[in-house]
């Protein structure tokens, strides 16, 4: 069984940052991909970004150059750098880690709001 807890969330104006940080619980998960995810009201939760152990990411469009993810994996823990943010990131964000079918965690999120 594995635990998630997402952190960082909060109000920020447009162009500002934020971090969100997640810490994972129970088994080292050196060998998952961990990745974060948002969702709105209404609309199915989009992938933001994913990390490998290895370290290769993956970004959505809408975040390339101004999202950045990295993890730790000896303290079992991801983060999402998230700068120049726009009125449209506001969302819950959502934490993952996933190994197959059998093996896949999401934090309870944490609310991210753009506002002036």
């Known amino acids: 069984q594995v635990q998630l807890v997402e952190s960082g969330g909060g109000l920020v104006q447009p162009g500002g940052s934020l971090r969100l940080s997640c810490a994972a619980s129970?088994?080292?998960?050196?060998?998952?991909?961990m990745g974060w995810y948002r969702q709105v009201p209404g609309k199915e939760r989009e992938s933001v970004a994913t990390i490998t152990g290895g370290g290769t990411t993956t970004y959505t469009d809408f975040v390339k150059g101004r999202f950045t993810i990295s993890r730790d994996s000896t303290k079992n823990m991801v983060a999402l750098q998230m700068n120049s943010l726009k009125p449209e990131d506001p969302a819950v964000y959502y934490c993952?880690?996933?190994?197959?079918?059998?093996?896949?965690?999401w934090g309870q999120g944490t609310q991210v709001t753009v506002s002036s």
């Open positions: 129970g088994r080292s998960l050196a060998f998952t991909v």
């Open positions: 993952r880690v996933a190994l197959s079918k059998s093996f896949d965690y």
